[in-house]
């Protein structure tokens, strides 16, 4: 399967996956400051973005884990620093539970977890037998839906560029976009009782949990809650940010995300430099 992504600087590895119907342009505004003394890597997971999407790939999050793991494998990645968003944090967080070894430190960026409860009534009628027909032709031609889902990710509306809703918006019009995370919609219950019984796998990795005062999308106390069942993470709440604090808030996130990384996965010198 191609995947599209990403590669900048040099040093220690950190990967970036995005939420779902997002993609590596989700990290436009902290890939350059991160990769200056790091080695970064953003790609569309299968199934988004601009990478392959095939209408029957299994869409349950462990298979997500799996290719990610792959792409680690095929770019060359032993190790990581892996940062993830919303379903792409809930997928780091299961390949982390999973493969600890592989992975340094873990920064999860408003995860979708078993404990929010905000958006069960949008998942389960996503799950219903007939919105995997009717939902996909039908969201690829109303972009006015495309531009309210992002306007509810953020805290602060007057953040919102034109530029940005452009861009989520280009890959939306490929044919199996929406059917893939509608298939991930329909394993949604299945997948959460999943993660929480690999979860104590990822109980000792050192883990940066970040979380928007204002996410609409996940809930925030479910934050305290993830929080105490990884025990070597720190939470840090980040007042007047939705559910994309690196686009809202870019300086603010790199500091407290350069700050855990210099203090887990120092930067290697290269070159006597």
């Not at 690829?140 to 953020?154: Q, T, V």
């Not at 204002?214 to 007042?239: C, F, G, P, W, Y």
Request: hydrophobic share 40%.
């Amino acid at each position: 399967m191609k995947v599209q992504f990403d590669r900048r600087g040099r040093g220690p590895a950190v990967v970036l996956v995005h939420g779902l119907l997002g993609y590596s342009f989700s990290w436009r505004h902290v890939l350059a400051p991160l990769s200056e003394e790091r080695e970064v890597f953003a790609l569309d997971m299968p199934g988004s973005g601009f990478s392959e999407c095939h209408e029957t790939s299994d869409a349950h999050l462990s298979q997500a884990a799996g290719r990610l793991l792959k792409f680690l494998d095929v770019v060359g990645i032993g190790s990581c620093d892996l940062v993830g968003s919303s379903y792409g944090g809930t997928t780091a967080l299961y390949l982390t539970a999973t493969h600890p070894a592989r992975i340094r430190t873990l920064t999860l960026v408003s995860p979708a977890n078993p404990w929010s409860r905000i958006g069960r009534k949008r998942l389960a009628l996503l799950g219903l037998p007939f919105a995997g027909l009717l939902f996909p032709p039908f969201a690829r031609r109303i972009p006015a839906l495309h531009r309210l889902s992002i306007r509810r990710m953020y805290g602060d509306q007057r953040r919102l560029s034109a530029e940005t809703l452009r861009g989520y918006s280009l890959p939306l019009v490929r044919k199996g976009v929406f059917e893939h995370a509608v298939r991930i919609a329909h394993n949604w219950h299945s997948d959460m009782a999943d993660l929480q019984r690999v979860l104590a796998g990822a109980a000792e990795t050192p883990t940066l949990i970040l979380w928007g005062s204002k996410d609409r999308l996940v809930e925030l106390a479910s934050a305290q809650v993830l929080n105490r069942q990884l025990k070597n993470s720190r939470l840090a709440v980040m007042d007047g940010a939705g559910h994309l604090p690196y686009e809202e808030c870019p300086g603010d996130f790199l500091a407290l995300v350069n700050a855990f990384l210099a203090e887990h996965s120092p930067v290697r010198v290269l070159d006597g430099k």
